[in-house]
């Protein structure tokens, strides 16, 4: 005997939720002027301690926020803090990720105004964040050279969603069998558009190159949001 069950499709509600939120954060960064990044990466690549690279780098130009989204414990948030960052701690709880309703209630606990540009240095996971679209004008991630060059084949959406690619603890390269041209041909595979950049947090190597490029990123956003030509 057939049954009548109803079947409800939880995951496409889920999605349809996000995007409505996601709108909501693009206007909000609208009205504000305020430039959002993504900051994606696994636990330990060097997410925060390439957040502090970029945020001496660009605190001179910008007004510099950090939502710091961690599942609990507020370390990142206190590092990046006393470099200088208006600083918002985000518990996720057992959710490994951000969606965008989560990033609008951190962007509403910033005291106003608004910083020009502010970071989102997401739960670490090259999985769930990678799915989830929080309204950032710019998607960046890290993938570390200990971390292996086929990670792109085993999480294909993480890179193919960047814009920005950074391969990052490239001074430990001699240590390990990491082949950077074999990890970009896989990474432009999925995505011809990303930009690359090996860097060292430790130690800056590269760092001056990328934090060009994303100075013209955070500008071009900024001056589109306010109505200004860009020259990016």
Partial sequence: ??????????????????DRYALLVRELLRREGVCLINLMASPGAGKTSVLCRVI??????????????????DVDAQ?????????????????????????LRGLDAFPKPL????????????????EFDVG?????????????????LKYPLMFTVADCMLVNKIDTAPVFDFDL?????????????????????????????????LTARIDAALREKRGEKSQC
């Avoid at 049954?3 to 939720?17: S, T």
């Avoid at 960052?85 to 959710?95: F, I, K, N, P, Y």
């Avoid at 960046?140 to 200990?146: A, D, G, R, T």
């Avoid at 074999?182 to 430790?202: G, M, Q, T, Y």
């Fill in 115 to 130: 910083p020009d540009v502010v970071f989102l240095e997401n739960v670490g996971n090259l999985v769930c964040p990678a």
């Fill in 1 to 18: 005997m057939s049954l009548n069950i109803d079947m409800i499709e939880v995951r496409a509600d889920l999605e349809e939720d996000n």
């Fill in 56 to 73: 001496d780098a660009l605190r001179e130009q910008f007004s510099v926020g950090v939502m710091e989204a961690d599942m609990d414990a």
């Fill in 79 to 103: 590092t990046v803090a006393a470099r200088g960052a208006v600083t918002v701690q985000l518990h996720t709880g057992v959710s490994c990720h951000m969606d965008a309703k989560m990033t």
């Fill in 136 to 152: 950032a004008d710019w998607k960046l991630m890290i993938l570390s050279v200990p971390e292996g060059d086929d990670k792109p």
């Fill in 181 to 213: 041209d074999r990890c970009e041909n896989a990474v432009r595979a999925l995505n011809p558009n990303v930009e690359i950049f090996p860097v060292s947090a430790k130690t800056g190597e590269g760092m001056d190159a990328f934090v060009r490029r």
